[in-house]
């Protein structure tokens, strides 16, 4: 399975073997155009869209010669339908319908959030019967329960405002860090103390437990650090940039980790999956593996390279599709910018 990912910044071409009781990763090569980015601030769809058709054909072709696989050994391509930026899909699906109809080999359309869970199959091997996984990223913070990866996937929450990666790109910016500011708050927050502020915990008052048990809210925090920053300044006093970092992001992996486990024990789930580029979060990952130890849940979180946007997710996903036997997707499949995440498969 050569498996395309091109949904926001990063080209991703990876390889993976299905094997009737494992998936077996043979490559995974990743390019981005990140730095083309960071000077505006933010992803700048044209910019990724061009830079992904630059990239594709190298990057398939570095994937191939360091796999030692010719491309006509490729029997399926899984690509990243959505959802993402509509431009960057595009080009993804557009080389992934080439190969697909030069190779004469099926096409698997699939579900970009779904593949931050599955990419875990190729480290930790296939999911039991029932996991919970928690999908947190630049453009989603959900959680999900996952009776089978293809088929079975419910959304019991997700964040009503910004994702987790996202409030961290914003608070890094009111911090003066450069973009993404996602790994500069995790460095900081490293060196400081994370009981220094008491920053609110979003959808965790009694009153939301009915409505919102399982849903986040991470725009309120983001103001209660702009808010504390602004007062600090305004009363000439220096600010204690690593223990604002630590105490933010304290607020916002007690609020995803609680959520999580209270939900696997709502469900009698045992194992946890954490995956997106927010899961690479050393606070998120030292709170998670704390509180599942101590509730006796299996944590799995993979490598922090298989975290963030790569194309091993979608090879893993696609491989999971064709474990099951499901009919290949239309090669006049359309990308979809919103895809649910309930739809794994176009
Ligand atoms: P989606 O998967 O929802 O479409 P995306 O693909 O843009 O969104 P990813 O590439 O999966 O998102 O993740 C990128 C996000 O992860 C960015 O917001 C970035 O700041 C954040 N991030 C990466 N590493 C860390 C870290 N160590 N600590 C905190 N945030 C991080
Ligand atoms: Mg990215
Ligand atoms: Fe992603």
Same mark, same amino acid.
């Given at each position: %399975?050569? /498996? ?24 995974? $090569?990743?390019?981005?155009? %990140? ?12 910019? $990724? ?13 570095? $994937? ?9 050994? *490729?029997? $399926?391509?899984?690509?990243?339908? /959505? ?53 947190? =990223? ?90 504390? *920053? ?39 789930? =045992?194992?946890?999956? *954490? ?11 030292? %709170? ?7 509730? /006796? ?15 091993? %997710?979608?090879?893993?996903? /696609? ?9 290949? =997707? ?17």
């Amino acid at each position: %399975m050569l /498996g395309i990912e091109t949904s926001c910044d990063e080209t991703g071409v990876a390889l993976v073997r299905a094997h009737d009781d494992r998936s077996e990763l043979l490559v995974d $090569a990743v390019a981005s155009s %990140m730095d083309e980015h960071a000077r505006f601030g933010g992803i700048i769809p044209e910019i $990724a869209s061009r830079a992904h058709l630059e990239a594709m054909v190298p990057t398939i072709e570095r $994937a191939l010669s360091e796999a030692g696989v010719a491309l006509s050994d *490729v029997d $399926a391509v899984a690509v990243t339908a /959505g959802p993402g930026l509509v431009g960057p899909l595009t080009l993804g699906a557009s080389a992934a319908k080439a190969l697909a109809l030069g190779l004469g080999v099926p096409l698997y359309g699939v579900n970009h959030v779904i593949g931050h869970a599955a990419v875990d199959e190729l480290v930790d091997g296939l999911f039991p019967d029932r996991v919970m996984a928690l999908v947190v =990223s630049g453009g989603h913070s959900s959680l999900l329960l996952v009776d089978d990866v293809v088929t079975g996937v419910t959304e019991l929450g997700s964040t009503l405002d910004d994702a987790a990666g996202e409030a961290f790109d914003k608070v890094g910016r009111l911090l003066g860090l450069p973009y993404p500011g996602g790994p500069h708050i995790d460095r900081l927050a490293r060196a400081g103390d994370p009981t220094a502020i008491r920053f609110p915990r979003g959808l965790t008052a009694p009153k939301d437990q009915a409505a919102h048990a399982y849903d986040f809210s991470f725009s309120g925090l983001k103001t209660a650090v702009a808010r504390w *920053v602004e007062a600090r300044q305004d009363a000439g006093q220096p600010l204690p940039l690593e223990d604002v970092a630590a105490s933010f992001a304290e607020a916002v992996a007690d609020v995803l980790t609680a959520k999580t486990i209270a939900a696997c024990r709502r469900h009698d789930v =045992s194992t946890l999956v *954490v995956g997106g580029g927010f899961s690479a979060n050393s606070q998120l990952r030292e %709170m998670a593996a704390k509180r599942c130890a101590e509730a /006796g849940i299996d944590l799995r979180i993979p490598p922090i390279r298989y975290c963030t946007d790569n194309g091993a %997710m979608i090879a893993a996903l /696609g491989a999971a599709v064709v474990r099951r036997g499901l009919p290949a =997707s239309s090669l006049d499949l359309a990308v979809d910018s919103s895809m649910p995440l309930t739809q794994v498969l176009v």
